[in-house]
C-alpha cells in the first residue's frame, strides 16, 4: 500500500534554516502537500507541489522534490519561533479531492533560542 | 470568509454508546473528507463526500460512516464505540474538482472514550 516516512524529530536553532525530509513510495502520486499543526489545533495547507515539478518556492518556504527517488523536503528559510509545529507531508494519487490523502506521521520541529 | 468548523469540540462517551460529530465546510466547497488522527497510527483517511455522495472510503470497519446533506454540511456516526475509537477526528473541506486536492481542515473534535 502507499506509505509516507518521515523522521520523528528535527532541532534547529533560530534564525537558522530548516529541513523537513518525506519519502512516499506511490509512484502514481500526482500532488505533494505539506502541512502545519499547531498543538491544539488543526492542520494548515503550507504548500503543495505537481508531480512533473522539482521545485516551488513560496516566501521562506522552498520544496524540492525528487521523483526519481521519491523524495520531498520542505525548506524553511530564517526559522522562527512560530515555526515550532509538527510538520506532515502528504500525497494524493489524483487531484479533485476524490481520493483522500496519506499522510506521514509527522515531524516535530523544535526551535532553540 | 469562515473556517471549516466542526461541533462538538469535545465528547465524552462510554464504550458501547454510539456518536455524531458535524462539520460546516468552507462555503463554496462542495467536498468534505474525514480524518482519524491517534499518536500511534498517525492521521487516517475516513471517507470522502462530494455533493452528497460517498466517494472514497478509507480501511475503517461499517461502524464508522457519514453522510453529506444539501448544503455540503456532514456529519460522521461512530456506532458501539470502542476504547481504540478515542482520537482527534478532523474534517476538511476542498472545491473537489479537478486539480490540487487543497484542503482545508477545522480544529478536530476530540473524542474520549471511557
Known amino acids: 500500500g502507499e506509505d509516507v516516512e518521515q523522521s520523528l524529530f528535527l532541532s534547529v536553532r533560530e534564525g537558522d534554516s530548516s529541513v523537513i525530509n518525506c519519502t512516499y513510495t506511490?509512484?502514481?502520486?500526482?500532488?505533494l502537500y505539506w502541512y502545519k499543526q499547531e498543538p491544539g489545533a488543526g492542520l494548515q495547507l503550507l504548500t503543495y507541489i505537481f508531480s512533473n515539478m522539482d521545485m516551488k518556492q513560496d516566501q521562506r518556504l522552498t520544496v524540492l522534490l525528487n521523483k526519481k527517488d521519491k523524495h520531498l523536503s520542505l525548506r524553511i528559510a530564517d526559522t522562527q519561533t512560530g515555526d515550532s509545529a509538527i510538520y506532515f507531508c502528504a500525497e494524493s494519487d489524483s487531484g479533485g479531492g476524490a481520493d483522500g490523502l496519506t499522510f506521514g506521521k509527522g515531524t516535530h520541529l523544535i526551535i532553540q533560542p | 470568509k469562515a473556517g471549516v468548523t466542526q461541533t462538538p469540540r469535545y465528547l465524552i462517551k462510554t464504550r458501547g454508546q454510539q456518536v455524531t460529530l458535524s462539520c460546516s465546510p468552507i462555503?463554496?466547497?462542495?467536498?468534505v473528507s474525514w480524518y482519524q488522527q491517534t499518536p500511534g497510527q498517525g492521521l487516517q483517511f475516513l471517507f470522502e463526500?462530494?455533493?452528497?455522495?460517498?466517494?472514497n472510503k478509507g480501511n475503517f470497519p461499517g461502524r464508522f460512516s457519514g453522510r453529506q446533506f444539501s448544503n455540503s454540511r456532514s456529519e460522521m456516526n461512530v456506532s458501539t464505540l470502542e476504547l481504540g475509537d478515542s482520537a482527534l477526528y478532523l474534517c476538511?473541506?476542498?472545491f473537489g474538482a479537478g486539480g490540487p486536492n487543497e484542503q482545508f481542515f477545522g480544529p478536530g473534535t476530540r473524542l474520549t472514550v471511557l
Open positions: 506511490d509512484s502514481s502520486s500526482t500532488y
Open positions: 476538511a473541506s476542498s
Open positions: 462555503s463554496g466547497h462542495r467536498s
Open positions: 463526500y462530494f455533493s452528497e455522495t460517498q466517494r
